[in-house]
């Protein structure tokens, strides 16, 4: 039944990266641009929570649009495993309970890329193609 699916994993592959770009992107504009309102959110500046902002923001627009996926995607996972570590681990061992599950699986899903590339639907296959 789901080997029916097979064929469509590359533009899967594609929706996931869009999907979870816009996820991420949503926590840049929330930090950046103030929207959506959220509270608690830190201001951007010169810490760890105020350089998430502006980097969830790039981060997310070039893997939204498939551009640059794989160091993106790379760097991306490498911030929020930090992320996760200086902020979440320290409140306790269990990301369910220390607020650090969508960073964690955002590392994960982000390191995934790295390996896989954007997908079909992506900037970088259409750069692909000309090349």
Not at 23 to 52: D, I, M, R, Y
Not at 60 to 69: A, D, E, H, N, R
Request: charged fraction near 10%; charge should be positive.
């Amino acid at each position: 039944m789901f080997n029916k699916l097979s064929p469509y994993q590359p533009q899967l592959l594609s929706v996931l990266r869009i999907v979870a770009g816009l996820l991420f992107l949503c926590h840049g504009t929330a930090k950046v641009l103030g929207f959506p309102v959220v509270e608690g959110v830190p201001p951007p500046g010169l810490s760890l929570a105020g350089l998430s902002g502006p980097l969830e923001l790039i981060f997310g627009l070039l893997l939204v649009i498939g551009l640059f996926t794989r160091p993106v995607a790379f760097l991306a996972s490498g911030f929020c495993a930090v992320g996760y570590w200086a902020i979440h681990a320290g409140m306790g061992p269990f990301p369910i309970t220390n607020g650090g599950e969508t960073i964690a699986l955002y590392c994960f899903v982000w390191l995934y890329f790295a390996a896989a590339g954007a997908g079909s639907w992506s900037v970088d296959a259409v750069m692909a193609k000309k090349a």
